[in-house]
T-cell receptor, first 113, second 116 residues
Framework: TQLLEQSPQFLSIQEGENLTVYCNSS?????LQWYRQEPGEGPVLLVT?????EVKKLKRLTFQFGDARKDSSLHITAAQPGDTGLYLCAVPFSWAGSYQLTFGKGTKLSVIP | NAGVTQTPKFQVLKTGQSMTLQCAQD?????MSWYRQDPGMGLRLIHY???????DQGEVPNGYNVSRSTTEDFPLRLLSAAPSQTSVYFCASSYSQAVRAKNIQYFGAGTRLSVL
């Protein structure tokens, strides 16, 4: 059973459009992270959200943590080709007495010039 | 800073061969981990280490060994490669294993492995 469900799985849009991708779970988390992975590279951390209802902005990217800390969204305004990549959400997951990071399967975004 | 460095970037093996994927970080991070990324499966944790001399298994450890003799290095060994181990492997490091706003996990660029 996948702990985190990301949707949509794939998204192809034109430059300048707005978009929202989602990360959902039935579990409550103490924090949630969003990463972007460009083709041929490793994931790069974009943001960590820790408070229910928290909203963080990173230039044209807006991240929101759900009030109940079970879900999160990433909204991109006026998408640009440089936004192309795989967007991953990740949460701490109890593993063998410690907490490890577990990832969703990601949303693959293509922004067409 | 170089960050997290993985070598090689690409590797082709025959079934049954062994090899070591290298990972080094220059940020004096205590926590290091190895993930594999497969299409439709996301990133899955193979092994991790909370400090030199300490390693533990993740979600998919079978067929892999690790060691952590120094803070900087965390090599991943494939003992007898199988086609099911064809994947992209990522090494990551962070100051600690806690998932907090100020604890950033840095990933290497990955090793793309094909086992024939």
């Amino acid at each position: 059973t996948q702990l985190l469900e990301q949707s949509p799985q794939f998204l192809s849009i034109q430059e300048g459009e707005n978009l929202t991708v989602y990360c959902n779970s039935s579990s409550v988390f103490s924090s949630l992270q969003w990463y972007r992975q460009e083709p041929g590279e490793g994931p790069v951390l974009l943001v960590t959200v820790v408070t229910g209802g928290e909203v963080k902005k990173l230039k044209r990217l807006t991240f929101q943590f759900g009030d109940a800390r079970k879900d999160s969204s990433l909204h991109i305004t006026a998408a640009q080709p440089g936004d192309t990549g795989l967007y991953l959400c990740a949460v701490p997951f109890s593993w063998a007495g410690s907490y490890q990071l577990t990832f969703g399967k990601g949303t693959k975004l293509s922004v067409i010039p | 800073n170089a960050g997290v460095t993985q070598t090689p970037k690409f590797q082709v093996l025959k079934t049954g061969q062994s090899m070591t994927l290298q990972c080094a970080q220059d940020m004096n991070h205590e926590y290091m981990s190895w993930y594999r990324q497969d299409p439709g499966m996301g990133l899955r944790l193979i092994h991790y280490s909370v400090g030199a001399g300490i390693t533990d298994q993740g979600e998919v450890p079978n067929g892999y060994n690790v060691s952590r003799s120094t803070t900087e290095d965390f090599p991943l060994r494939l003992l007898s490669a199988a086609p099911s181990q064809t994947s992209v492997y990522f090494c990551a490091s962070s100051y600690s294993q806690a998932v907090r706003a100020k604890n950033i996990q840095y990933f290497g660029a990955g090793t793309r492995l094909s086992v024939l």
